[in-house]
């Protein structure tokens, strides 16, 4: 007789299964749905060169200007980079600094800490003939030729450097 | 698109080829069927020929050009399919699977190949977006290429801005190895299809592996799972989709693993674990850690103690011996890849970088290790269990299941179960040690907590299938017993 009756199922392992099978139900779909918008994507910008499709992700401006920086520094080139813009978790210099690469760069830090010009002359290799300055994630950057940026820090006091 | 695509599968292809050609030298991955062998190939692969690269140019100073990347990977492609040739009678018997387990398994074949489709397809139409990805790994990439040398002026005089100079770059070599095969302009991101191709590899290797030690059905839906999981596919910082360094290191650490605790042992197959291992620690500082994790894995049931239980049958002294033997040829490996990484490290001066070797002298490891866990314990739990957007409520339900399915851990199931959760430890213990010495431990949390479950995955979706084996074992028995017919190949 004790044999014809069934242990009880444990609930626990239901319970396991269950929301493994509510988990999969969840979270399967939601990705292939991404996969789908994915594939989309791919199909309507088909025939877009590298240039419109970092324009369209990263805004025309700011793909503009990168793109004639780069015909100004020469790949073997170097340049003195600038945050113009400080904030908090901010990537402006890092994404700068990969669009320019492999043209190597100097980091001087925020505009706004510079502090003496002399002292930072000292500081920039003869090799970067070029300062960009970084104003944000995907904001204009701006080329300036180094001697000309020497100059415009001379006459500007500290408190005023906004690298407008 | 045309373009963009073709590019990008030459670029997986460069990888993929050699490495499934390079299987054949190993008895374990010849055992593997060939609808998951690619899995491990592609990982070989990279390892081999991004690896060969690496040496080839910090040693011996050779050009990153297109004659060294396309010799090497012919070269190791005619090896391999010269030992193929050679070992074309050595084939594995392999048991076909029901039908209806058949319709599962394909149902699971499609979800992992539509998610890496996607990949794929973002791959090919998008810039490379994410943090780490831009500011370390694709950097490096354009600095190794203009000059063809993993030496760059850039990266060794310290005057220039670089992030993380010492980091290794392998994953760079390999960029760089499709962006020049490819003829690749400044903006073109080829190489995005390289990290891609890394979801499918990681789910062809937890199939393979769940269906050796839970069966056929938990190794479906496992992989289904992973494939399933945002933070591993699409997630832009950190997961397959995005140019981090973690998840192709989470496929190298994750493999070795899976080729060091199977129960077919030859030393050859230490050969290619070590490879795996090697490739771990020139890809990322962590994975050197990791990969001594991988060899305690391995030689945990190798130790009298473990193996003395009562449950756990007597091991022969041959085959104690060739296990030894399988983790030396995977440690020598792994030795010289290290050797490899100081060299060329020391060539390079330090900067911008957190250095946490000297974090881990200055600062007291103990007792902060202790004393900051209830400071760490808030972010950690709440980046585990209720980031939903990123793992859709998985880590809830992978407790659940390693809670009902206790029993993984008891009997002969502890003598893979146990150094599994060993490797699955592993990537959480190196955080743990990072968040000890950090200054600001709560705001590395939020950006690498989840990166380190991510270098896990691997033997903790191992893990759960078992898991899962035994959860399906109690709750349905009739279709345990169905499983255990058809599924297992291997014991552990």
Redo the contacts between chains.
């Keep these: 007789m004790q044999a014809m009756t069934k242990p009880p199922?444990?609930w626990?392992?239901?319970?396991?299964?269950a929301?493994?099978a509510v988990?999969?139900a969840?979270?399967?779909p939601?990705?292939?749905a991404?996969?789908?918008?994915?594939?989309r994507?791919?199909?309507d910008?088909?025939?877009?060169t590298?240039?419109e499709?970092?324009a369209r992700?990263?805004g025309p401006g700011y793909v503009k200007a990168i793109e004639e920086i780069?015909r100004a520094i020469p790949?073997?080139g170097?340049y003195l980079?600038i945050n113009g813009h400080p904030g908090e978790e901010e990537?402006g210099p890092?994404?700068v600094?990969?669009d320019l690469?492999?043209r190597?760069?100097?980091?001087l830090g925020n505009l706004r800490d510079l502090g003496n010009v002399d002292r930072l002359r000292r500081r920039m290799?003869r090799a970067a003939r070029w300062v960009v300055i970084v104003y944000g994630d995907y904001a204009t950057p701006t080329l300036i030729e180094r001697h000309r940026f020497v100059d415009q820090l001379r006459d500007q006091p500290r408190g005023e450097r906004h690298g407008s | 698109?045309?373009r963009e695509l073709i590019a990008c599968l030459a670029g997986v292809a460069l990888f993929a080829v050699p490495g499934l050609a390079l299987t054949s030298f190993f008895p374990a991955l010849r055992s593997v069927p060939w609808t998951r062998r690619p899995g491990y190939g592609y990982l070989l692969g990279v390892a081999a020929v991004a690896g060969s690269l690496y040496a080839m140019s910090a040693v011996l100073d050779v050009p990153l050009r297109r004659p060294a990347i396309l010799g090497t990977a012919a070269a190791l492609t005619i090896a391999g399919l010269v030992k193929m040739w050679l070992t074309r009678t050595d084939r594995a018997e392999h048991r076909p699977l029901p039908r209806r387990a058949r319709a599962i398994v394909l149902a699971a074949a499609l979800?992992g190949a539509?998610?890496s489709?996607?990949?794929l397809?973002?791959a090919?139409?998008?810039?490379l977006?994410g943090?780490d990805g831009?500011?370390q790994w694709?950097?490096q990439a354009?600095?190794i290429?203009?000059?063809g040398s993993v030496l760059?002026?850039?990266m060794t005089r310290g005057?220039?801005?670089i992030?993380h100079p010492r980091y290794p770059v392998l994953l760079p070599v390999a960029q760089v190895a499709v962006l020049e095969v490819t003829g690749a302009?400044?903006?073109?991101?080829f190489f995005r299809g390289v990290y891609a191709a890394f979801l499918p590899a990681l789910l062809l290797v937890v199939y393979d592996g769940a269906r050796r030690w839970a069966g056929w059905l938990p190794a479906a839906?496992t992989a289904?799972?992973a494939?399933?999981?945002?933070f591993l596919?699409?997630y832009m910082d950190g997961g397959a989709i995005s140019g981090y360094s973690d998840f192709p290191l989470a496929c190298f650490y994750g493999a070795a693993v899976v080729l060091l605790l199977r129960s077919q042992v030859t030393a050859a197959d230490g050969v290619a674990a070590g490879l795996l291992l090697g490739a771990a620690c020139l890809t990322k500082n962590e994975g050197t850690i990791l990969a001594g994790f991988a060899l305690l894995a391995g030689a945990l049931p190798l130790l009298p103690r473990f193996r003395r239980r009562r449950e756990a049958p007597p091991v022969p002294r041959r085959r104690l011996l060739l296990k030894g033997s399988r983790l030396a040829a995977a440690a020598a490996l792994l030795l010289t890849a290290l050797a490899l990484f100081v060299h060329w490290r020391t060539i390079i001066p330090n900067r911008h970088d957190e250095g946490y070797s000297e974090l881990v002298r200055e600062e007291s490891l103990w007792p902060d290790a202790v004393v900051r866990l209830p400071d760490l314990a808030g972010e950690v739990l709440f980046r585990t269990f209720l980031t939903w957007e990123h793992w859709?409520?998985?880590w809830?339900?992978y407790v659940?299941?390693l809670?009902?399915?206790w029993r993984v851990f008891a009997g002969r199931r502890g003598a893979l179960s146990r150094p599994l959760a060993l490797a699955a430890l592993g990537p959480l213990a190196v955080a743990w040690g990072a968040y000890s010495v950090h200054w600001q431990p709560v705001e590395l949390i939020k950006v690498t907590w989840e990166r380190f479950l991510v270098q896990a995955s691997i033997p903790a979706l191992l893990l759960f299938a078992l898991a899962?084996g035994a959860?399906?074992k109690?709750?349905?028995p009739g279709l345990a017993g169905r499983l255990a017919r058809s599924g297992h190949s291997e014991k552990p």
């Design positions: 199922r444990p626990l392992p239901l319970l396991a299964l929301a493994f988990h999969l969840v979270s399967v939601v990705t292939l991404r996969s789908a918008r994915a594939a994507r791919m199909v910008t088909r025939g877009e590298p240039s499709s970092r992700t990263f780069r790949l073997d170097a980079l990537g890092l994404w600094k990969f690469a492999p190597r760069a100097v980091y290799p | 698109m045309g979800a539509g998610v489709a996607g990949l397809a973002d090919v139409s998008e810039p977006l943090w831009r500011m694709a950097a354009r600095y290429r203009f000059e760059p002026i850039a005057q220039w801005f992030n302009g400044e903006d073109d991101v839906v289904t799972a494939a399933g999981l945002h596919t699409f859709t409520g998985f809830w339900v659940v299941v809670v009902a399915g899962l959860v399906l109690r709750a349905l």
